[in-house]
């Protein structure tokens, strides 16, 4: 009997510099933006064949979310975590994905705040 597998593959505090924010002045600047992603999936024959043919490529999942990032102008960091979740799901075929992104001092005495949102399924991993 098989058992069942959700592996995380995970990025920890991947950064880049965007256009966002609800006040004006914040369209006129670039901010650092923080993200931390959770991809799930299957690394048994990654592992097995060592061989990063049959995962995900974490370097091309960066390469790609940064550039999004660096491009976008958006006003909420709720929409830009939408954005990268979508990529993810529908570019890398990731079946389940964990987005944070925050906002390094954005919050006056706080370090920083953010959203984490979950999209896809973990049910189809076997």
Known sequence: M???CADIIYLRE???SAVIGIYEWEQRIRQTI???LEMAGDIRKAAAADAIENTFNYAAVAERIVH???ESRFRLI???A???ASILLDEFKI???KVTVSKPGAV???RDVGVAIERGSKSGLA
């Open 82 to 84: 939408e954005g990268i």
């Open 68 to 70: 999004f990032v660096e």
């Open 95 to 97: 079946p389940w994905v």
């Open 14 to 16: 991947l950064r880049a």
């Open 108 to 110: 006056r005495d706080a």
């Open 34 to 36: 923080s993200i931390d």
């Open 78 to 80: 709720e929409t830009l």
């Open 2 to 4: 098989e058992t069942r």
